[in-house]
C-alpha cells in the first residue's frame, strides 16, 4: 500500500504541474483536434474548383456552350477570359490561372467532322491538378441538334492537352520545390523560437540585460545568422533535386532570392515571437510543431490548395508557407520572374513586419 501511495503521490504531482504548463495543456486539446478537423474537412483528394481561363478566338455560340458545359462539370472554375493564346500563357507562369481552354476560329467545322473541339493548356507542375484536368480529354459534349451522333466518343478525344513544365508528369517535379517550404518552416521556425528561452535557461539574458541594445536590435541580430543558414538549405534541397532527380530548374538565381529572403524572414519572425510567448525549449518547440502541421496540409505541398473548401483556404492563406509554395514552384518549375509573383512577396514582407513588431513589444529585458 506504500508504494501505491508514492506512486499516487508522484501522478498527482504531474496532473498538477501538467495543468499549471497552460501551453502543453493546450497541445494535448488542440494537436488532435486540430488534426480531426484538417483530415476530415479540409484535406480532400478529389481536386474541383480550379482557376482557369478561356481564350474564344471564333466568338460563337457553340464556344460559349462548350465554356458553359466545362464550367458545370465543377472540375474547373473559369475566372478569366484572354484574346490570345500568349496571354493565357503568361496567366499560367505567373499563377493566376492553372490552365487556359483555347477554342479555335474554325470551331464549327470541327463539330461537324467530330473534331477535338479545342486546346487544353495545362500546367503540369501540380501532378493532381494535371490528371483532374486530363480527366476532361474526353468529356462528353452534348451539341445541338445536327451534331453527328458518334463524333464525340471515346476513341475521339473532346479536347487536346498540352502540359506545360512537366508534361512526364513526375512527382518528384512537383514535391522537391515544395519541399523547400516545408523545411524551412521546420528548421527556421525551431530555430529562432528556443533562442530567446535557451538565453533564459542559460543564464544569458542578464548579459542582455545589462548592454543598452534595444528590444529591435536583439531580434535583428538574431535573425541575420539563420538568413545564411536558409539560403545553404535551398541550395542543397534544390541542388540534389536537380543532380538526383533531374527537377529542372527554369527561373533565376536573382529571382529566386527575391522570393527565398521575404519567407526566411517571415519565419524567423514567427519563431521569435513564439520564443518570446514560451517559458521553456519544449514549450517552444510544442508551438513549432502546432504551425507545421497546417503548413504541410494547407500550403498546397500534399493537396493541391484549389481542392480545399473555402474556410480551410483563409487560413492557408495565414501561413507563410502557402505563399512560399507558390513562389517557389512559379520561379522554379514555371520561370516566372519576381515581379510577376509580387503579390505574395509583399504578402510575407508584410508577414515579418508585423511579427517583428510583437515580438519586439512582448520582449522585455528582463528576467520576469
Same mark, same amino acid.
Given at each position: ?15 498538477? $504541474? ?12 488542440? *494537436?488532435?483536434?486540430? $488534426? ?6 479540409? *484535406? ?42 500568349? /496571354?493565357?500563357?503568361?496567366? *499560367? ?5 492553372? %490552365? ?8 464549327? #467545322? ?33 451539341? /445541338? ?6 463524333? @464525340? ?6 479536347? /487536346? ?33 528556443? %533562442?530567446?528561452?535557451? /538565453? ?8 542582455? *540585460? ?15 545568422? @539563420? ?22 530548374? #527554369? ?62 483556404? @483563409? ?8 505563399? @512560399? ?14 515581379? $510577376? ?28
Amino acid at each position: 500500500m506504500s508504494s501505491l501511495r508514492r506512486i499516487g503521490a508522484v501522478t498527482g504531482k504531474e496532473f498538477r $504541474q501538467l495543468s499549471r504548463d497552460r501551453v502543453t495543456f493546450a497541445m494535448v486539446v488542440m *494537436i488532435p483536434l486540430m $488534426q480531426l478537423l484538417l483530415f476530415g474537412y479540409a *484535406i480532400s483528394t478529389m481536386v474541383r474548383h480550379i482557376p482557369v481561363a478561356v481564350v474564344d478566338n471564333s466568338g460563337s455560340g457553340a464556344a460559349r456552350f462548350i465554356t458553359e458545359q466545362v464550367r458545370v462539370t465543377q472540375v474547373v472554375d473559369v475566372v478569366g477570359y484572354y484574346a490570345t493564346a500568349e /496571354e493565357a500563357e503568361d496567366a *499560367i507562369v505567373d499563377g493566376t490561372v492553372r %490552365a487556359a481552354l483555347i477554342l479555335p476560329e474554325n470551331l464549327a #467545322q470541327r463539330v461537324a467532322g467530330g473534331e477535338p473541339v479545342g486546346q487544353w493548356l495545362v500546367d503540369g507542375s501540380d501532378t493532381m491538378v494535371s490528371s483532374a484536368l486530363l480527366g476532361l480529354r474526353t468529356m462528353p459534349l452534348h451539341l /445541338e441538334a445536327g451534331t453527328p451522333a458518334g463524333a @464525340y466518343q471515346a476513341a475521339t478525344p473532346t479536347f /487536346e492537352v498540352a502540359l506545360f513544365f512537366n508534361p512526364e508528369r513526375r512527382s518528384e517535379v512537383n514535391i522537391v520545390p515544395g519541399l523547400t517550404a516545408i523545411i524551412l518552416t521546420m528548421t527556421l521556425v525551431l530555430f529562432t523560437a528556443v %533562442a530567446l528561452v535557451r /538565453e533564459r535557461e542559460r543564464g544569458n539574458l542578464e548579459l542582455l *540585460i545589462t548592454t543598452p541594445i534595444h528590444p529591435l536590435e536583439l531580434m535583428v541580430g538574431k535573425l541575420v545568422p @539563420y538568413i545564411f543558414v536558409g539560403l545553404v538549405q535551398v541550395t542543397i534541397i534544390l541542388g540534389l533535386g536537380h543532380l538526383i532527380f533531374n527537377v529542372p530548374f #527554369q527561373g533565376e538565381i536573382a529571382s529566386l532570392c527575391a522570393v527565398t529572403l521575404p519567407f526566411i524572414a517571415a519565419s524567423l519572425a514567427l519563431g521569435l515571437l513564439f520564443s518570446t510567448l514560451a517559458d521553456t525549449q519544449m514549450q517552444a518547440m510544442q508551438m513549432t510543431f502546432f504551425v507545421l502541421m497546417p503548413s504541410i496540409l494547407l500550403s498546397g505541398f500534399m493537396f493541391p490548395f484549389d481542392a480545399m473548401p473555402l474556410p480551410a483556404q @483563409y487560413i492557408a492563406e495565414v501561413l507563410p508557407a502557402t505563399h @512560399y509554395m507558390r513562389l517557389i514552384r512559379g520561379v522554379v518549375l514555371r520561370g516566372a520572374d519576381a515581379a $510577376q509573383l509580387l503579390p505574395d512577396i509583399l504578402w510575407l514582407l508584410g508577414f515579418t513586419v508585423v511579427m517583428l513588431a510583437v515580438a519586439t513589444k512582448r520582449f522585455r529585458k528582463s528576467l520576469d
